[in-house]
């Protein structure tokens, strides 16, 4: 049964760089039929995608987060990570890493998500 | 960009009867050359992450209860709760797929009566 999990801090100060992990479990990161992605979802708000990758490093982002997210991947690891520069409080909000079917798009399975807070 | 709108924002239904969200894209996700709407269906508890509920617009996921029914094509997509339980008490998303960047709706809270 795939599974995966996000890492990183929790607590965050403006204009730092947010860097988060996400590791997959129970099965490959590798595999050509998925692509694998981010979505943050503000506290008491709704979804939106960061972006998703490739196993060969292909990326997408959403244009508004574009110029700041960098998503990248180790599959010796089996792991994918975000990087998000210049945070301000906007930035706040649960990540959630999930893996994005290549011939499709749903997000499916979820992580369990990690809360990221920005305040100085 | 694709823009996804949800109806109601809110919704309470008494148990056992039905449900009924709305979904409507500022496009049509309806891609010619398949057939297929790209929409997808998300159910999220408190403190929980999304759980897909149903893809192809009116294709439900494995496990999935079968009154949890979706429907619609191009612009106009509904989700159906057929008998509500009390453990449908969730927030609803949908989510196109059709175009980068993928959006969400807004989502639906859905309550018991």
């Known amino acids: 049964q795939l599974q995966l999990q996000e890492s990183g801090p929790g607590l965050m100060k403006p204009s730092e760089t947010l860097s988060l992990t996400c590791t997959v479990s129970g099965g490959s990161i590798s595999s050509d039929s998925y692509y694998w992605g981010w979505i943050r979802q503000p506290p008491g708000k709704g979804l939106e995608w960061i972006g998703s990758i490739y196993y060969s490093g292909i990326t997408y982002y959403t244009p508004s987060l574009k110029s700041r997210a960098t998503i990248s991947v180790d599959t010796s690891k089996n792991q994918f990570s975000l990087k998000l520069s210049s945070v301000t409080a906007a930035d706040t909000a649960v990540y959630y890493c999930a893996r994005d079917l290549r011939n499709g798009g749903w997000f499916d399975p979820w992580g369990q998500g990690t809360l990221v807070t920005v305040s100085s | 960009d694709i823009v996804m709108t949800q109806s109601p924002d809110s919704l309470a239904v008494s148990l056992g009867e039905r449900a009924t969200l709305n979904c409507k894209s500022s496009?049509?996700?309806?891609?010619?050359?398949?057939?297929?709407?790209?929409l997808a269906w998300y159910q999220q508890k408190p403190g929980q992450p999304p759980k897909l509920l149903i893809y192809w617009a009116s294709t439900r996921e494995s496990g999935v209860p079968d009154r949890f029914s979706g429907s619609g094509s191009g612009t106009d997509f509904t989700l159906t709760i057929s008998s509500l339980q009390a453990e449908d008490v969730a927030v609803y998303y949908c989510q196109q797929y059709y175009s980068t960047p993928y959006s969400f709706g807004q989502g639906t809270k859905l309550e018991i009566k």
């Open positions: 496009q049509s996700v309806l891609y010619s050359s398949n057939n297929k709407n790209y």
